[in-house]
């Protein structure tokens, strides 16, 4: 297979496999917004955005990540921006939106001009919460 078919492949598959992922968001009563801000190695400022979601069938909570956004300035206006961006992309109705979750950062969890106070007209019935990620040390070890 040339390369190039092998991209449009998984291109396509990678199409099929979100809109599902957003058909059962959008079946919901209620999903959250996850997201994080990050530099790649290129150094392009990335922003990785999941929803957490209740599914009705099978009456639990699933959480998938819906891939990354790149962002031109890491302001909050500008986060803020993108996931509306990204929301309305996607055709998911904002109403349902109960919690949205950070990292802690004063520029997406600031209570005086941070994302969440931006989003906060837009999303009237969530509620916030910081996300502490532990760090994670990795040592050698030698298993036997």
Known sequence: MRYT?????????????????VD??????AFSILVNESTDISGKEQLAIGLPYY???EKNVKEEFMGFVELEKTNAQTIAVEINRFINTV???ANKCVGKGYDGCATMAGNDCGVQKILRET???EFIFSLR???IKLRGKRFK
């Open 24 to 29: 059962n968001i959008r079946a919901t009563s």
């Open 133 to 135: 990620l532990p760090q």
């Open 55 to 57: 599914e009705t069938k």
């Open 123 to 125: 999303y009237k019935k």
């Open 91 to 93: 055709n998911i109705d």
């Open 5 to 21: 078919y092998v991209i449009a492949y998984i291109t396509i598959c990678g199409i099929l496999i979100k809109e599902k992922l």
